[in-house]
């Protein structure tokens, strides 16, 4: 029902939406007018992309196609890209079991190389010079001292020994079934299983300038068949806000239809309006001046049902000044609250939601996933990146006591779902879950929102743990650490992610990262030595 409702409201982009249903008529096999398999959407935050992203997913839904969708949401590695595009592929077309045994096998090893590796005697003497070398940085660096109270250095390392053979057990195992490789094997497997039965296979993938990070490569080589034949009839779709790399797409860039958007014309952003009631000319003209045709923000501005021209404030940032309208007209007292307060939780269910906006807000729920600027799949959803930024900025800045509040009561909400997930797993198995991961992760996030001095230490200990688990966790620990430094712009927590971000690019980020917190932080001498 909400993807029906929000096509019956969808305005402009037709010779889009034109594009792509074309596209899907034609015959995937022909050598005189083949389809296109590549498509590239892009253009500014606002303009339009995820929109336009659902239109063509329903778009391909009526031709006959199975599809799958992912954003920054599901990707912090290739491992869990693929596990959520089949994930969808199988709830429209049926279990894709090949797969799964590659997964299961590719957790199995990973698992096996997440054990530590005895040690007898002592550490070795490279990792004894590297911890002390450390150890001595960190004693240069205000507030650091702590770290050089350690009272066995021997311990840190021998646990860069741990490391190190981990390291060498996985660089050995590289090339086996169960790899990164086995896994895209047995993906393109199943794309070939679901051609065979299904007209078309859509792959789309949103935010990808973030996402591309790590599916950039990754792609290529699938699109270059490093992974086996991609069936004809699969279509791959990109949405992100920067043009493709001239240097990494040369190859394929003849094969790539670019789409990029651009604001609404003043034709479309009037159609925009008209549809949502918005007639009188003065109002028409003052939201022309302010969205510039944005179409996020002629939306918002829209729904705010300005009456008059005066309504429609100019000054300030336009976003701002955007959602500030939209909330400001929003009659209904708890809609109002709900909607700022929802947009502090990085992800939204229903019960996220429940702890954010407080009681007395039955029926919201279904009010909230209706407005514009709310998308998602499956268990979650989420503000819109420029609308989250917009109301983050003015919560802050308006109530910092308030905000605090609401952060505390956010994460111990989290804390209290993840002590429900802890009681039916053991310990030795709570990392590799990834609902406690998830609450642990909100619940973190939402403490260094709330005091970032005060917290910062405990995240830092947090990572120490992610450090010695796949590349992907650490990752997703570390972005989750960088919004926190973003939506509260403190210095200290700003700084330490520049250095964790910076350890996220070479070929041993576990190791890297371990090392940078061992040379800076304020670790404890009991963290310090794991």
């Known amino acids: 029902m909400i993807r029906?409702?929000?096509?019956?409201?969808?305005?402009?982009r037709r010779a889009q939406l034109a594009l792509f249903a074309e596209n899907l008529s034609k015959d995937p096999f022909s050598e005189e007018d083949p389809a296109d398999f590549l498509f590239h959407v892009r253009g500014v935050g606002g303009v339009g992309k995820s929109t336009l992203l659902r239109q063509w997913q329903e778009a391909a839904r009526r031709a006959d196609a199975v599809t799958a969708v992912v954003d920054e949401n599901d990707v912090h590695g290739v491992q869990q890209a693929l596990v959520e595009l089949s994930r969808q592929l199988a709830e429209q077309a049926g279990p894709c079991k090949e797969f799964d045994k590659a997964v299961e096998q590719l957790r199995r090893e990973q698992a096996a190389q997440a054990e530590p590796m005895p040690v007898e005697g002592e550490a070795s003497v490279s990792s004894r010079v590297v911890t002390q070398a450390a150890l001595g940085a960190a004693s240069l660096i205000p507030g650091a001292g702590v770290v050089t109270a350690m009272a066995n250095p021997d311990a840190a390392a021998q646990g860069l020994d741990r490391l190190r053979s981990a390291s060498r057990s996985r660089a050995q195992r590289r090339g086996g079934q169960g790899d990164e490789a086995g896994l895209s094997r047995a993906f393109v497997g199943e794309l070939e299983r679901l051609c065979r039965r299904q007209r078309w296979v859509v792959l789309f993938f949103d935010t990808w300038e973030q996402t591309a990070q790590y599916l950039d490569g990754w792609l290529l080589r699938l699109l270059g068949e490093e992974f086996g034949p991609v069936p004809a009839n699969v279509i791959v779709v990109l949405a992100g806000r920067d043009e493709l790399s001239e240097r990494e797409w040369a190859l394929l860039r003849d094969q790539v239809a670019d789409v990029p958007l651009e604001v609404f014309t003043e034709v479309e952003t009037r159609a925009l309006l008209a549809s949502r009631g918005v007639a009188d000319p003065g109002v028409v003209e003052a939201v022309l001046q302010l969205s510039m045709g944005l179409p996020l923000l002629v939306e918002l501005l829209a729904l705010a049902s300005p009456h008059t021209a005066e309504d429609v404030d100019s000054g300030g940032d336009l976003a701002d000044v955007a959602v500030e309208r939209f909330v400001q007209w929003i009659i209904d007292p708890e809609k109002r609250e709900a909607v700022r307060t929802c947009a502090l939780p990085l992800q939204l269910n229903e019960d996220v939601f429940a702890a954010a906006a407080g009681p007395g807000v039955e029926g919201l729920w279904e009010w909230l996933c209706g407005q514009p600027f709310i998308s998602g799949r499956g268990d979650y959803k989420h503000y819109h990146a420029v609308v989250r930024a917009s109301m983050i900025r003015q919560q802050r800045a308006q109530s910092p006591q308030g905000w605090a509040s609401a952060h505390l009561r956010l994460a111990d909400a989290h804390a209290a779902w993840r002590v429900v997930v802890e009681e039916r797993l053991p310990e030795t198995k709570r990392w590799k879950d990834a609902e406690w991961r998830r609450h642990r992760l909100d619940e973190?996030?939402?403490r260094l929102c709330a005091h970032p001095g005060t917290y910062l230490t405990a995240a830092l200990e947090q990572v120490v743990r992610a450090a010695g688990r796949e590349t992907a966790v650490l990752r997703q620990w570390i972005e989750t650490l960088e919004q926190a430094a973003q939506d509260t712009t403190d210095?200290?927590?700003?700084?330490?992610m520049e250095r964790l971000r910076g350890a996220l690019t070479g070929?041993?980020?576990?190791?890297?990262?371990?090392g940078v917190l061992l040379s800076h932080s304020q670790l404890s001498s009991e963290w310090a030595v794991r």
Do not use: I, N, S
């Open 491 to 496: 210095t200290a927590l700003l700084t330490w």
């Open 444 to 446: 973190t996030y939402h």
């Open 4 to 12: 029906q409702r929000a096509q019956a409201r969808f305005v402009g």
């Open 507 to 514: 070929d041993e980020p576990g190791l890297t990262c371990l």
